[in-house]
């Protein structure tokens, strides 16, 4: 099946300082990239959708200046989290397709976002 | 409004008792149905797509089914390992970008 990667895997910052999180696709070219937002025992919640090449889409409620997403090539998309407040603590979470309305996405293993 | 509704929110087997989750949607235009397994502090692993109704599909000890309203996930003679949140998550037409709609989620314990 198609691997996807996310790194890091987990990561502790202080308030007020900048994550990047990674997402690959290992061995598949992603042409979309979906990035999600769990918390604990709940659903994931879609923040934004993006194109390689191409402005992210983002869903109601998610502030795009916080959440930037950048998906430069067919292999790899960066969530950063601007000035991350204790609230940003999450676990995140990236899929990728190979495009299309009909694609399954595949999910990375989640990264767990702590700030203090 | 598209909608995924999962049932139970959580079900507890004892090993090799059989038993099937659901997976009720309202939406305006199905373009397929995906079964997800996420074990705890991991990402969603992919189990299936469905794509029309009477369609199923079986993975080991797991079968999915499709009708028009629901969907069903059934486990035969579970074992501890099946122990994980099951996901379901649906494609609209609406959406062309392969967006998914995904239910609450129904939590399974498997018990030797």
């Known amino acids: 099946g198609a691997v996807v990667s996310q790194h890091p895997s987990r990561v502790i910052c202080k308030s007020g300082t900048s994550v990047k999180i990674e997402c690959r696709s290992l061995d598949f070219q992603a042409t979309t990239m979906f990035w999600y937002r769990q918390f604990p025992k709940q659903s994931l919640m879609l923040m934004a959708t993006s194109n390689e090449g191409s402005k992210a889409t983002y869903e109601q409620g998610v502030e795009k200046d916080k959440f930037l997403i950048n998906h430069a090539s067919l292999t790899l998309s960066t969530l950063t989290v601007t000035s991350a407040h204790p609230e940003d603590s999450s676990f995140y979470i990236c899929?990728?397709?190979?495009?299309?309305?009909?694609?399954?996405?595949?999910f990375g293993p989640g990264t767990r976002l702590l700030v203090l | 409004e598209d909608q995924v509704t999962q049932s139970p929110e959580a079900l507890r087997l004892q090993e090799g008792e059989s038993s099937s989750l659901n997976c009720s949607y309202t939406v305006s235009g199905l373009r397929g149905l995906f079964w997800y397994r996420q074990d705890p502090g991991k990402g969603p692993e992919f189990l299936f797509t469905l794509y029309s109704a009477g369609e199923e599909k079986e993975k080991e000890r797991l079968k999915a089914t499709l009708t028009k309203k629901e969907s069903f996930l059934h486990i035969t003679a579970p074992k501890p390992e099946d122990s994980a949140t099951y996901l379901c998550a649906v494609q609209t037409r609406s959406s062309n970008t392969g967006k998914l709609i995904f239910g609450q989620g129904t939590t399974l314990q498997v018990k030797p």
């Open positions: 899929s990728a397709s190979g495009g299309g309305a009909r694609e399954t996405q595949y």
